[in-house]
């Protein structure tokens, strides 16, 4: 396998958790979207199935591990500052 030749993962500088206060990881998704993200999570964000970039905390044990799209607006659970 080769390495990709640009970044598509970047922690956000000066941009946290509102809920751990962690930094928040800003990544391009090419996932199975069988897998990822799952249906519960669907039911809920019904237009994070076609993200093409995506936005999570870097807490693991935190809620918002999982993350949601990160499209034209900011993430509900992310804070600037």
Known sequence: MEKV??????????IHCKD???PII???VNWDTDL?????HLDVYPDD???DWWGYCSNKTC???TGRAWGQ???????RG
């Open 5 to 14: 030749n640009f970044d598509t993962v970047e922690i956000c500088e000066g």
């Open 36 to 40: 990822f993200p799952s249906q519960e």
């Open 26 to 28: 800003h990544a391009c």
């Open 49 to 51: 199935e076609i993200a």
């Open 63 to 65: 809620k918002n591990h």
């Open 20 to 22: 751990c206060g962690w």
């Open 73 to 79: 607006s900011e993430l509900d659970f992310a804070q």
